[in-house]
């Protein structure tokens, strides 16, 4: 199983965009889903989480401006980005709890993680 994430890139501050991570290989159900991302000098942090019930949870930093959306059909997570500052530049990278065999079941999945710029 592995995650593909893209979408990243230079926006201006106040300026908007989107994410996506889709997952592939052998998936029997996706669980929780979310995006972290990590500045330079910094921690990975926690942004944006998911449930497969849809239930969605969001960092202060970023609440009211970054919504998190899943298509499940394509086993696919979406980060929008709106209302850009200069201190979401980061690397993002999004995380999927997959299960591949029920009788294991899930493991944490990580994808290479994509780079959000925004200039002032």
């Known amino acids: 199983v592995q995650l593909q994430a893209s979408g990243g890139g230079l926006v201006q501050a106040g300026g908007s965009g989107r994410l996506s991570c889709a997952a592939s290989g052998r998936i029997v159900r996706i669980n929780d889903m979310g995006w972290y991302r990590q500045a330079p000098g910094k921690q990975r942090e926690v942004i944006a989480t998911i449930t497969s019930g849809g239930n969605t949870n969001y960092a202060d930093s970023v609440k009211g401006r970054f919504t998190i959306s899943k298509d499940n059909a394509k086993n696919t997570v979406y980060l929008q980005l709106n209302s850009l500052k200069p201190e979401d530049t980061a690397i993002y990278y999004c995380?999927?709890?997959?299960?591949?065999?029920?009788?294991?079941?899930?493991?944490?999945?990580w994808g290479q993680g994509t780079l959000v710029t925004v200039s002032s």
């Open positions: 995380s999927a709890r997959i299960v591949s065999n029920p009788l294991y079941g899930s493991t944490a999945c």
